[in-house]
Structures are given as structure tokens and as C-alpha cells.
């Protein structure tokens, strides 16, 4: 792996990137997210709760399983009611985000070598990440995520690189994980 010699890009970031990076994160914590939005969807929506906890027993008999099933019921019917909102909540201030950045600090240049990634913006900010603190990374079509240890996802746009380095990072990580 040391003889792998640096690959350099450069990267103008656009909302697309962003939002890439969002469905691709919440898709790593979906499950969590999914129990939150039910948590809450339950929280909304308990005054129909009791209505529903009768409804259930009189179809189920016993209360613990009507309250289940009432609980479920209420949530996921909130939970499906607010995704649209919550989507266009995430969309409109992503989009706010990006804008507010400027075009200085969306300009992002990556040199990955052997010994980590290095990114920096157009200001002059730099972020080095040794290999050592990836616990995993994932190469899709257009990003790469990196797992940063212990909860942090941070990602690569690969349209910085040309495709032979594509090709040259994508094997590199793959002796690196073997």
C-alpha cells in the first residue's frame, strides 16, 4: 500500500452532492431514524390514540395487544402523513446551506495517498484524515463515504478524479480492506 502514489481532484460542490450525501446517510441510519420519526409520529398524534386503543380491543380482546396495535397504527399512519414535510424540510434547508457556503468554500480539492485523504477548500481550510482512524469506506457511482471511527460519515465526491483514478482509488481501497 505505499506504493500508492497520491491521486489529486478538484471539486465544485452542488446541492445534488449534498443530497446525495443525505439519502446515502440517512440510508446508514435508517433504522434509527425510522424509530425516532415513529416516536414522534406517536407523539403527534396521541389524541387519536385512545380512539384507536378501543377500536383494537374490541378486535383483539386483550388490552396489551390492542395497545400495540394501536400504537403502531397511530404512528405509522403520522409517520407517512409527515414524510412529505420532513423531505421538503430537509431539501429546503439543505438547499439554504449550500448557498450560504459560497463559492470559495464549495470548491473542494482531495489528494489521497497511502497515508490518508486531505481535503481543502478554496479559503485555504484543510481537513487530513489518516487510514488509520477509517473504520470502513463505501465507493459508489458518484461518492465515496468514508466511516470515520467511531460515528462520524464524511464523503468524497469522485467526480474530482478522472476515471483511471477512479480505478486506481477503487483498488487501492480494496487491498486496503483485504
Not at 87 to 113: H, K, Q, S
Not at 124 to 136: D, H, Q, R, S
Not at 139 to 153: A, F, N, Q, S
Amino acid at each position: 500500500m505505499s506504493d500508492f502514489a497520491p491521486i489529486h481532484g478538484t471539486v465544485f460542490v452542488k446541492l445534488s452532492d449534498q443530497l446525495l450525501y443525505i439519502v446515502l446517510a440517512i440510508r446508514q441510519k435508517a433504522l434509527l431514524l425510522f424509530m425516532s420519526l415513529l416516536c414522534v409520529g406517536f407523539v403527534v398524534s396521541s389524541d387519536s390514540f385512545s380512539h384507536e386503543v378501543s377500536v383494537a380491543r374490541a378486535h383483539h380482546g386483550s388490552v396489551p395487544m390492542a395497545i400495540l396495535v394501536a400504537a403502531l397504527s397511530v404512528a405509522v399512519t403520522s409517520l407517512i402523513k409527515m414524510l412529505p414535510l420532513v423531505t421538503l424540510f430537509v431539501v429546503v434547508f439543505t438547499a439554504l446551506g449550500v448557498r450560504r457556503m459560497g463559492i470559495e468554500r464549495r470548491t473542494l480539492t482531495y489528494e489521497i495517498g497511502a497515508d490518508g485523504m486531505r481535503t481543502r477548500d478554496g479559503l485555504g481550510a484543510e481537513l487530513f484524515l489518516p487510514w488509520t482512524n477509517v473504520a470502513w469506506t463505501r465507493m459508489g457511482k458518484r461518492l465515496l463515504l468514508v466511516k470515520i471511527k467511531p460515528r462520524m460519515l464524511r464523503y468524497v465526491i469522485l467526480r474530482a478524479f478522472p476515471p483511471e483514478d477512479q480505478q486506481k482509488l477503487a483498488g487501492f481501497l480494496a487491498a486496503r480492506t483485504a
